[in-house]
């Protein structure tokens, strides 16, 4: 798949820090020539906001962000020392221009990766509309 650049992206599932079994990281590209700022906000399952956070990104480079990065940026910026469990993210580019792209990905403790950008909403029950199902593969 061809990397689009974008206003805005999402990653469904970004697991909390202390999972030991599983990593989130998410590779955030910059598509121009010149170095960019991008802007990275964390939710939890209540719709808290965390953030925002910013990095800057070389022109034409790429940036891999873990959890632990993510956490010691909102430390470092917002005073925030621990979030309640697994995040969404929304990447934006600070100037609002479609430079960027970001694909969310999961590394599990025996080195299986994972994209994560693959979500379907979920129609389950009274799920909220914005519940989306986030499919994990689990190696035999």
Request: charged share 20%; aromatic share 8%.
């Amino acid at each position: 798949m061809p990397w689009a650049a974008s206003l805005a992206v999402h990653v469904p599932l970004f697991v909390d820090g202390s999972n030991s079994a599983r990593q989130s990281f998410v590779r955030v590209v910059n598509m121009e020539d010149s170095p960019t700022e991008f802007l990275v906000r964390a939710f939890d399952d209540e719709g808290t906001q965390y953030g925002p956070v910013s990095f800057q990104i070389d022109g034409h480079g790429a940036l891999g962000i873990n959890t632990q990065r993510l956490m010691e940026r909102l430390s470092e910026e917002t005073g925030i020392s621990a979030t309640p469990g697994d995040l969404r993210l929304l990447v934006t580019s600070h100037d609002n221009r479609p430079s960027i792209d970001a694909i969310g990905y999961m590394r599990t403790s025996d080195g299986f990766v994972t994209e994560l950008q693959g979500t379907v909403r979920s129609r389950c029950g009274d799920a909220s509309p914005d519940v989306a199902r986030v499919v994990q593969f689990k190696r035999a």
